[in-house]
């Protein structure tokens, strides 16, 4: 069975630190995504990372993927208030046949705050 | 453009009352998916269909749940005689094709009592 857990779940942070969410998976699978969720809102998509050394940036947001250690990060940077969320790293296990097809395993999330 | 959109928001429901929670994905998307987001087990993966293709049922938790597709496009979700673990956030959503991001609607809060 898939395991996906991100540490820590809980994150309290200052405007303008630096921090890094990890997403350990169990199982091998080459397609990790990245979701931000806000408070009584859906998920939004905020990467896709689709091979070992993958490397996106979106603003304060840097997210890898290492498919050897089965490790995601997400990295914030400079953070600001508005980057307050949860965030889910979420691993595709439907590679049947090398085709996935979005049946995601996502971990439990991680409750991002970010004081003045 | 339109995003997923999901009906209803919200859904109060009596103990052992069907409930049919309906999705319209996005025009043009041929992946749609079923999800639930519940405190006790997070997200947790339904049920998706692609095309003309069989369902991947898998996710559903128990035979009083089932889903259709018709036509290629609105799907609509059913839980025959609800119970109270079946309280949760129903989130429906899309792609473009089986391997492109998922774009998820703004859910549909299930509350059994």
């Known amino acids: 069975e898939l395991k996906v857990e991100q540490n820590p779940l809980f994150l309290s942070m200052q405007e303008g630190k630096n921090y890094t969410i990890y997403c350990n998976y169990s199982?091998?699978?080459?397609?990790l995504y990245w979701y931000r969720q806000d408070p009584g809102k859906s998920l939004e998509s905020l990467f896709v990372l689709l091979s070992n050394g993958a490397v996106k940036q979106e603003g304060r947001l840097m997210a890898s993927l290492d498919t050897k250690a089965r490790l995601s990060t997400l990295h914030i940077t400079a953070a600001v208030h508005d980057l307050s969320a949860t965030y889910f790293c979420a691993v595709d296990l439907s590679n049947a046949g090398g085709t996935s097809y979005g049946k995601l395993t996502f971990g439990q999330g991680t409750i991002l705050t970010v004081h003045p | 453009g339109a995003g997923v959109s999901q009906s209803p928001s919200n859904k109060v429901t009596e103990k052992g009352k069907d409930v049919e929670l309906r999705c319209d994905p996005i025009?043009?998307?041929?992946?749609l998916y079923w999800y639930r987001q519940s405190l006790g087990q997070g997200l947790e993966f339904l049920i998706y269909?692609?095309?003309?293709?069989?369902?991947?049922k898998s996710g559903l938790p128990s035979d009083r749940f089932s889903a259709e597709r018709t036509g290629g496009s609105v799907s609509t979700l059913t839980i025959q005689r609800t119970q109270q673990e079946d309280s949760a956030v129903y989130l429906c959503a899309s792609s473009l094709r089986g391997n492109s991001p998922l774009h998820f609607g703004n859910g549909t809060r299930l509350t059994v009592t």
């Open positions: 199982t091998t699978s080459d397609r």
């Open positions: 025009s043009g998307h041929t992946a």
């Open positions: 269909f692609q095309g003309n293709s069989a369902p991947d």
